[in-house]
């Protein structure tokens, strides 16, 4: 049991916007450190240095040979409970991560194709303003264009979120417009998206608000396809994407959630803490529309738990008499995964996860040129916009 009056004092601390004190505060507790502070003192907890998780760059291929098997929904071990690949708490994705912090910033070429445009706009309203970079596509003229919303995680900016995670290059090959709203530190200290705060996890408030509006103002001020519009994240970014699908299921055809959890994992930052060392129950969406939902995340992710990852597609997949199909591969001098399809009875896929073996807390398949990326994985940008285009918004 986490020492009560440290709790109280965490509480205190989140509620008065001190998020680093409160971060060091429940790290000193799961380690099992006494109380240093009395409680309802209001004397500040020095911050802690957080350990950075392990991100490997290596060779990016991605495997062409995959063994196929089917089975029944009932009987996937999508994630052993209490798995022991999580092995301590090294970061707070979402809330105090150290990330590229002392990077070079990516190249021009590494972000976007020649004969491309990522541009920067602002949006303003009741609930604030958000900066964002627009990528536009070289053949955006014609018929109505797909748009991907991407959320980059904590200490991430959009242009080392695209350079990590190449989605502008993809884009491109496909014909997409992508947008990359940007959490200042002004939010956040660390320019992670709130997503463990109740405010920021409601329809027409707080963030989801702002990332809806930034949607709604590319919508109207370029050709988009309203009927396939999507939005995936990292970490932070992840969670976030995941409540963008629970509280706009009208807006989003479907979702993309890397290395996240799903919405309403946590209300306050002593929750975020268990939720991200063992998972977090999801909230219940009972009657709200399913947002086809694809997942990544690494087994040995020692930031986010691998069981949120769980959560976030019982959270999408409620449906009954939903079918599974199982298929192992693995990249080759890189990471095996396991990729479990659910569809519904007319065959129209549900949700994908892809658990990737031994990968840790960082984009599967990306770039070295962005921070977090691991490129011996398989290549999540290509299979999250490969899934995306085979969902529209019904008529």
């Known amino acids: 049991m986490l020492n009560q009056n440290m709790m109280s004092e965490a509480t205190r601390l989140t509620r008065a916007g001190q998020l680093v004190e409160a971060t060091a505060l429940l790290q000193r507790m799961l380690r099992g450190e006494s109380d240093p502070v009395p409680s309802g003192s209001t004397a500040r907890a020095a911050p802690a240095s957080l350990d950075p998780p392990t991100i490997d760059v290596k060779a990016n291929v991605v495997a062409d040979k995959e063994s196929l098997r089917t089975t029944r929904l009932s009987s996937i071990p999508l994630q052993r409970k209490g798995a022991d690949t999580f092995k301590g708490l090294k970061g707070l994705a979402g809330l105090n991560l150290r990330g590229p912090m002392n990077r070079t910033p990516p190249a021009?070429?590494?972000?976007?194709?020649?004969?491309?445009?990522?541009?920067?706009?602002?949006?303003?309203?009741?609930?604030?303003?958000?900066?964002?970079?627009?990528?536009?596509?070289?053949?955006?003229?014609?018929?109505?264009?797909?748009?991907?919303?991407?959320?980059?995680?904590?200490?991430?900016?959009?242009?080392?979120?695209?350079?990590?995670?190449?989605?502008?290059?993809?884009?491109?090959?496909?014909?997409?417009?992508?947008?990359?709203?940007?959490?200042?530190?002004?939010?956040?200290?660390?320019?992670?998206?709130?997503?463990?705060?109740?405010?920021?996890?409601?329809?027409?408030?707080?963030?989801?608000?702002?990332?809806?509006?930034?949607?709604?103002?590319?919508?109207?001020?370029?050709?988009?396809?309203?009927?396939?519009?999507?939005?995936?994240?990292?970490?932070?970014?992840?969670?976030?994407?995941?409540?963008?699908?629970?509280?706009?299921?009208?807006?989003?055809?479907?979702?993309?959630?890397?290395?996240?959890?799903?919405?309403?994992?946590?209300?306050?930052?002593?929750?975020?803490?268990?939720?991200?060392?063992?998972?977090?129950?999801?909230?219940?969406?009972?009657?709200?529309?399913?947002?086809?939902?694809?997942?990544?995340?690494?087994?040995?992710?020692?930031?986010?738990h691998p069981n949120n990852a769980d959560q976030v597609v019982e959270q999408s997949a409620k449906a009954v008499g939903l079918k599974a199909k199982v298929i192992d591969g693995n990249v080759p001098h890189g990471h095996a995964y396991t990729r479990t399809l659910l569809t519904d009875a007319r065959g129209r896929a549900v949700s994908e996860r892809w658990n990737v073996r031994g990968a840790g807390h960082a984009w599967s398949g990306g770039s070295p040129a962005g921070s977090y990326t691991d490129s011996r994985g398989p290549d999540a940008t290509r299979e999250m916009l490969r899934f995306f285009l085979e969902h529209s918004l019904p008529d």
């Not at 949006?123 to 003229?141: D, H, I, T």
Request: proline content about 6%; hydrophobic content about 40%; some cysteine.
């Open 108 to 304: 021009t070429t590494d972000i976007a194709p020649e004969g491309t445009r990522f541009i920067t706009g602002t949006f303003r309203s009741a609930e604030g303003s958000r900066n964002y970079k627009l990528f536009v596509p070289s053949c955006s003229q014609g018929k109505p264009l797909p748009l991907v919303v991407m959320l980059h995680g904590c200490t991430q900016s959009p242009d080392d979120f695209a350079a990590g995670t190449r989605m502008n290059f993809l884009a491109e090959e496909q014909n997409c417009f992508v947008v990359y709203p940007e959490q200042p530190s002004g939010a956040n200290q660390s320019k992670c998206w709130n997503w463990f705060r109740t405010g920021d996890q409601q329809r027409h408030g707080g963030e989801p608000a702002l990332i809806a509006g930034i949607t709604r103002q590319i919508m109207r001020d370029y050709p988009i396809d309203r009927k396939r519009v999507y939005v995936a994240g990292l970490s932070a970014g992840g969670a976030a994407a995941a409540i963008m699908a629970a509280t706009y299921a009208d807006l989003y055809a479907a979702v993309g959630v890397h290395s996240g959890l799903a919405c309403g994992a946590a209300s306050d930052l002593p929750s975020a803490f268990v939720a991200m060392r063992q998972g977090g129950a999801s909230r219940n969406m009972d009657g709200a529309p399913l947002v086809p939902t694809i997942v990544f995340h690494g087994d040995r992710d020692t930031t986010v």
